[in-house]
């Protein structure tokens, strides 16, 4: 694969909708500070990868099965305290730490690491292809933050639709889950 379409690919994987990305727009929606919101996506993208990279030689099959549940059981707390309005403390002040746990528990580093990174890597280049996932993940938030900030709009209405958001990516992590016991 050229570096050309592999940094294609992994645009296209980190700019899709997702939920880290809907994070990162209602929070430019609610006027929260960018910079932090996207240090904690750079630093929740950069643990997850670190982590999965390492880990590649050392990983069980079922490991994403267990990672799926995790983020289910997040995602779904997450959105639905953002739905009922929940969310404690001044404005904006749980959202950094919302961020970065949610983009380290995101599948997306996950399917990075593992099904688009060379599994024959070098140890020097997982350091590359590491750099190369948070300069691509600093891209795509940058252009979620923009979308938000564009939208304008009050922070009740996007503390509910990123609930929303979380709670739909949840399901859609959840469903091949159910498929699989039920059969």
């Known amino acids: 694969m050229s570096n050309d379409l592999f940094l294609l690919e992994a645009f296209l994987l980190f700019v899709a909708p997702g939920p880290t990305n809907a994070l990162l727009m209602a929070g430019a929606v609610k006027r929260e500070q960018a910079t932090r919101l996207l240090a904690a996506q750079a630093c929740g993208y950069g643990i997850a990868a670190a982590f999965w990279l ?11 099965q267990i990672l799926k549940f995790v983020a289910v059981g997040w995602l779904s707390v997450l959105g639905l305290r953002l739905m009922a309005g929940t969310s404690s403390g001044a404005p904006g002040r749980h959202d950094g730490v919302s961020v ?13 690491c593992l099904a688009m990174v060379p599994m024959d890597a070098g ?11 948070v300069g691509t993940t600093a891209i795509t938030g940058s252009l979620w933050v ?16 990123a609930g929303a958001a979380l709670v739909g990516f949840a399901l859609l992590l959840l469903r091949p889950l159910l ?4 059969v």
Do not use: C, Q, V
């Not at 923009?146 to 639709?161: E, T, V």
């Not at 498929?179 to 039920?182: D, K, Q």
């Open 54 to 64: 390492l880990s590649r030689p050392l990983m069980p099959a079922d490991a994403i």
């Open 100 to 112: 970065l746990a949610t983009t380290a528990l995101n599948p997306k580093a996950f399917i990075y």
């Open 123 to 133: 140890w020097d280049e997982l350091g590359i292809f590491w750099l190369m996932l």
């Open 146 to 161: 923009l979308l938000g900030k564009w939208l304008g709009g009050g922070r009740r209405i996007a503390d509910k639709i």
């Open 179 to 182: 498929i699989a016991a039920a």
